[in-house]
Nanobody
Framework: QVQLVESGGGLVQAGGSLRLSCVAS????????MGWYRQAPGKERELVATITRGGNTNYAVSAKGRFTISRDDAKNTVYLQMNSLKPEDTAVYYC?????????WGQGTLVTVSS
């Protein structure tokens, strides 16, 4: 069983920054892609960003230029640096990994951006 523990969410004013972290309980040698999704109230869960084992990244249009995803395989950790936050970024953010193709989800961390 793989567990993902997220941290770093909270309340921030518009224009501010937050850094989310997600630690996986499984050694990184068999973790494939890592990423972040989010779900705003009343909306479906949507992709924010992903990063492959080789370091290739993919971002939602809404995240490009403001968010940066990175990973530290030595720490089994994926990060999401979020800058220039907007009220519409308010959501529960979920960590997501694949081992090697099976998906695992974190419990979510709430990000609230006030205007």
């Amino acid at each position: 069983q793989v567990q993902l523990v997220e941290s770093g969410g909270g309340l921030v004013q518009a224009g501010g920054s937050l850094r989310l972290s997600c630690v996986a309980s499984r050694n990184s040698f068999n973790i494939n892609t890592m990423g972040w999704y989010r779900q705003a109230p009343g909306k479906e869960r949507e992709l924010v960003a992903t990063i492959t084992r080789g370091g290739n990244t993919n971002y939602a249009v809404s995240a490009k230029g403001r968010f940066t995803i990175s990973r530290d395989d030595a720490k089994n950790t994926v990060y999401l640096q979020m800058n220039s936050l907007k009220p519409e970024d308010t959501a529960v953010y979920y960590c997501w990994i694949t081992i090697p193709t099976r998906a695992y989800w974190g419990q979510g961390t709430l990000v609230t951006v006030s205007s």
